[in-house]
Protein backbone atom coordinates (compact mmCIF):
# COMPACT_ATOMS: atom_id res chain seq x y z
CA UNK A 1 0.00 0.00 0.00
CA UNK A 2 2.05 2.77 -1.22
CA UNK A 3 1.96 6.17 0.28
CA UNK A 4 3.16 9.12 -1.60
CA UNK A 5 5.88 9.13 -3.05
CA UNK A 6 8.49 11.78 -3.81
CA UNK A 7 12.18 11.18 -5.64
CA UNK A 8 15.06 11.82 -5.35
CA UNK A 9 14.96 11.96 -1.70
CA UNK A 10 18.07 14.06 -1.86
CA UNK A 11 19.04 16.35 -4.91
CA UNK A 12 22.27 18.56 -5.01
CA UNK A 13 22.71 21.28 -7.81
CA UNK A 14 24.72 23.92 -8.33
CA UNK A 15 23.55 27.64 -9.01
CA UNK A 16 22.40 28.48 -12.22
CA UNK A 17 21.12 24.25 -12.68
CA UNK A 18 17.45 23.24 -12.92
CA UNK A 19 16.15 20.81 -10.50
CA UNK A 20 13.44 18.51 -11.32
CA UNK A 21 11.73 16.78 -8.63
CA UNK A 22 9.08 14.25 -8.77
CA UNK A 23 5.89 13.13 -6.58
CA UNK A 24 3.38 10.24 -7.12
CA UNK A 25 0.01 10.91 -5.57
CA UNK A 26 -1.58 7.49 -3.08
CA UNK A 27 -3.40 5.95 -5.18
CA UNK A 28 -6.84 6.97 -5.94
CA UNK A 29 -5.89 10.35 -4.98
CA UNK A 30 -6.45 13.18 -7.79
CA UNK A 31 -5.29 16.02 -5.98
CA UNK A 32 -1.35 17.34 -5.18
CA UNK A 33 -0.23 19.85 -3.57
CA UNK A 34 3.46 21.22 -2.81
CA UNK A 35 5.02 22.60 0.36
CA UNK A 36 8.31 23.71 1.12
CA UNK A 37 9.95 24.03 4.63
CA UNK A 38 13.13 26.22 4.79
CA UNK A 39 14.66 26.05 8.61
CA UNK A 40 13.64 26.25 11.35
CA UNK A 41 10.09 26.93 9.62
CA UNK A 42 6.59 25.68 8.79
CA UNK A 43 5.72 24.18 5.38
CA UNK A 44 4.56 27.24 3.13
CA UNK A 45 1.94 26.05 0.55
CA UNK A 46 3.22 26.84 -3.12
CA UNK A 47 0.75 25.13 -5.17
CA UNK A 48 -2.30 22.77 -5.75
CA UNK A 49 -3.03 20.85 -8.59
CA UNK A 50 -6.08 18.35 -10.09
CA UNK A 51 -5.07 15.94 -13.40
CA UNK A 52 -3.32 18.47 -16.20
CA UNK A 53 -4.52 21.44 -14.01
CA UNK A 54 -3.44 23.78 -11.97
CA UNK A 55 -5.99 24.93 -9.30
CA UNK A 56 -3.76 27.37 -7.12
CA UNK A 57 0.12 28.79 -7.72
CA UNK A 58 -0.35 30.99 -5.41
CA UNK A 59 2.32 30.26 -2.96
CA UNK A 60 4.64 30.04 -6.34
CA UNK A 61 7.33 32.53 -6.67
CA UNK A 62 6.80 34.67 -9.93
CA UNK A 63 9.72 32.94 -11.76
CA UNK A 64 11.49 30.09 -12.34
CA UNK A 65 9.18 27.70 -10.13
CA UNK A 66 6.68 25.93 -12.76
CA UNK A 67 4.56 22.79 -11.97
CA UNK A 68 2.77 19.90 -13.57
CA UNK A 69 0.63 16.91 -12.77
CA UNK A 70 -0.05 15.43 -16.26
CA UNK A 71 -2.45 12.59 -17.16
CA UNK A 72 0.08 10.05 -17.08
CA UNK A 73 2.70 10.16 -13.97
CA UNK A 74 3.75 12.06 -11.65
CA UNK A 75 3.17 15.67 -10.54
CA UNK A 76 6.38 17.33 -11.21
CA UNK A 77 8.13 20.79 -9.61
CA UNK A 78 10.58 22.43 -11.73
CA UNK A 79 13.18 25.02 -10.69
CA UNK A 80 15.72 26.71 -13.55
CA UNK A 81 18.21 28.53 -12.95
CA UNK A 82 18.65 27.57 -9.05
CA UNK A 83 19.82 29.74 -6.32
CA UNK A 84 21.28 29.18 -2.87
CA UNK A 85 18.03 30.61 -1.69
CA UNK A 86 16.31 27.76 -3.35
CA UNK A 87 17.73 25.12 -0.52
CA UNK A 88 14.73 24.01 1.40
CA UNK A 89 12.72 20.13 1.88
CA UNK A 90 9.92 20.43 -0.46
CA UNK A 91 7.33 17.98 0.17
CA UNK A 92 4.54 17.04 -1.99
CA UNK A 93 1.24 15.82 -0.56
CA UNK A 94 -2.44 14.07 -1.86
CA UNK A 95 -5.39 13.48 -1.17
CA UNK A 96 -8.58 12.39 -2.64
CA UNK A 97 -10.60 15.84 -2.32
CA UNK A 98 -13.41 16.71 -0.49
CA UNK A 99 -12.95 16.71 3.57
CA UNK A 100 -10.15 14.33 3.71
CA UNK A 101 -6.53 15.13 4.99
CA UNK A 102 -3.74 15.77 3.20
CA UNK A 103 -0.85 12.74 3.07
CA UNK A 104 2.47 13.76 3.04
CA UNK A 105 5.46 11.85 0.92
CA UNK A 106 8.90 11.96 3.18
CA UNK A 107 10.10 15.37 0.72
CA UNK A 108 12.89 16.14 -1.29
CA UNK A 109 15.85 17.81 0.27
CA UNK A 110 17.30 20.50 -2.43
CA UNK A 111 20.52 21.76 -1.93
CA UNK A 112 22.47 24.53 -3.41
CA UNK A 113 26.19 24.33 -4.52
CA UNK B 1 1.80 37.75 8.89
CA UNK B 2 1.62 34.25 10.41
CA UNK B 3 -2.19 33.23 10.55
CA UNK B 4 -1.63 30.15 11.96
CA UNK B 5 0.98 30.24 15.47
CA UNK B 6 2.41 27.99 17.59
CA UNK B 7 4.01 29.88 20.43
CA UNK B 8 5.70 27.37 22.32
CA UNK B 9 9.00 25.99 20.35
CA UNK B 10 9.67 22.90 22.82
CA UNK B 11 8.07 20.93 24.93
CA UNK B 12 9.33 18.71 27.65
CA UNK B 13 7.21 15.99 29.28
CA UNK B 14 7.44 12.71 31.76
CA UNK B 15 6.37 9.45 29.94
CA UNK B 16 2.63 8.69 31.20
CA UNK B 17 2.03 12.27 31.71
CA UNK B 18 -0.37 14.43 29.53
CA UNK B 19 0.94 16.75 27.17
CA UNK B 20 -0.42 20.04 25.60
CA UNK B 21 0.08 21.44 22.44
CA UNK B 22 -1.06 24.99 21.05
CA UNK B 23 -2.42 26.83 18.17
CA UNK B 24 -3.41 29.70 18.08
CA UNK B 25 -5.24 31.48 14.46
CA UNK B 26 -5.99 34.83 13.01
CA UNK B 27 -7.75 34.13 9.76
CA UNK B 28 -11.80 33.30 11.09
CA UNK B 29 -12.31 32.17 7.84
CA UNK B 30 -10.59 28.62 8.64
CA UNK B 31 -13.10 25.87 9.12
CA UNK B 32 -10.62 23.00 9.75
CA UNK B 33 -7.83 22.03 11.63
CA UNK B 34 -5.15 19.12 11.38
CA UNK B 35 -2.77 18.13 13.47
CA UNK B 36 0.19 16.47 12.30
CA UNK B 37 3.70 14.77 13.52
CA UNK B 38 6.63 14.90 11.78
CA UNK B 39 10.00 12.89 12.87
CA UNK B 40 13.43 14.24 11.86
CA UNK B 41 14.13 13.42 7.53
CA UNK B 42 10.31 11.99 7.15
CA UNK B 43 7.21 13.84 5.80
CA UNK B 44 4.40 15.21 8.40
CA UNK B 45 2.09 12.30 9.14
CA UNK B 46 -2.08 13.14 9.90
CA UNK B 47 -3.06 12.64 13.89
CA UNK B 48 -5.95 14.17 13.64
CA UNK B 49 -8.42 16.73 12.19
CA UNK B 50 -11.47 19.10 13.36
CA UNK B 51 -14.25 20.59 11.71
CA UNK B 52 -15.20 24.67 13.13
CA UNK B 53 -18.59 22.72 13.70
CA UNK B 54 -17.03 20.43 17.00
CA UNK B 55 -15.87 21.71 19.16
CA UNK B 56 -13.64 18.15 20.32
CA UNK B 57 -12.21 15.23 18.49
CA UNK B 58 -10.78 12.79 20.20
CA UNK B 59 -8.83 9.18 18.79
CA UNK B 60 -7.24 6.92 20.97
CA UNK B 61 -4.48 8.94 22.89
CA UNK B 62 -5.19 12.02 21.11
CA UNK B 63 -7.63 14.80 21.56
CA UNK B 64 -8.09 18.17 19.79
CA UNK B 65 -10.44 20.82 21.23
CA UNK B 66 -10.91 23.96 19.62
CA UNK B 67 -12.63 27.68 20.92
CA UNK B 68 -13.26 29.26 17.75
CA UNK B 69 -14.03 32.26 19.95
CA UNK B 70 -10.87 32.57 20.60
CA UNK B 71 -9.79 31.11 17.90
CA UNK B 72 -7.67 28.57 19.60
CA UNK B 73 -6.65 24.97 19.69
CA UNK B 74 -4.68 22.61 21.45
CA UNK B 75 -3.60 18.74 21.26
CA UNK B 76 -3.78 16.47 24.34
CA UNK B 77 -1.85 13.53 24.39
CA UNK B 78 -2.44 11.24 27.80
CA UNK B 79 -0.46 9.16 28.21
CA UNK B 80 2.92 10.26 26.46
CA UNK B 81 5.13 7.76 25.37
CA UNK B 82 8.76 8.76 24.46
CA UNK B 83 7.49 7.35 20.63
CA UNK B 84 5.38 10.85 20.37
CA UNK B 85 8.64 12.78 20.46
CA UNK B 86 8.12 14.09 17.59
CA UNK B 87 7.54 18.12 16.00
CA UNK B 88 4.03 18.91 15.65
CA UNK B 89 2.32 20.91 13.44
CA UNK B 90 -1.04 22.65 13.77
CA UNK B 91 -2.71 23.42 10.40
CA UNK B 92 -5.46 25.21 8.78
CA UNK B 93 -7.96 25.27 6.01
CA UNK B 94 -10.71 27.01 4.02
CA UNK B 95 -13.08 23.95 3.28
CA UNK B 96 -15.98 25.38 3.34
CA UNK B 97 -14.71 27.83 0.13
CA UNK B 98 -13.27 24.91 -1.50
CA UNK B 99 -10.38 25.70 -0.64
CA UNK B 100 -8.29 23.06 0.67
CA UNK B 101 -4.26 24.25 0.86
CA UNK B 102 -3.09 24.03 4.84
CA UNK B 103 -1.64 26.78 6.26
CA UNK B 104 0.82 25.35 8.80
CA UNK B 105 2.66 26.85 12.54
CA UNK B 106 6.10 26.24 12.59
CA UNK B 107 5.99 23.86 15.13
CA UNK B 108 6.57 22.52 18.66
CA UNK B 109 8.72 19.71 19.45
CA UNK B 110 7.70 17.55 21.99
CA UNK B 111 9.96 15.60 24.04
CA UNK B 112 9.08 12.87 26.35
CA UNK B 113 11.31 11.22 28.25
CA UNK B 114 11.12 8.12 30.22
Known amino acids: NAGVMQNPRHLVRRRGQEARLRCSPM?????VYWYRQLPEEGLKFMVY????????ESGMPKERFSAEFPKEGPSILRIQQVVRGDSAAYFC???????????FGDGTRLSIL | DQQVKQNSPSLSVQEGRISILNCDYT??????FLWYKKYPAEGPTFLIS?????DKNEDGRFTVFLNKSAKHLSLHIVPSQPGDSAVYFC?????????????FGKGTMLLVSP
Open chain 2, 27 to 32: NSMFDY
Open chain 1, 93 to 103: ASSPGGHQPQH
Open chain 2, 50 to 54: ISSIK
Open chain 2, 91 to 103: AAARQNSGYSTLT
Open chain 1, 49 to 56: LQKENIID
Open chain 1, 27 to 31: KGHSH
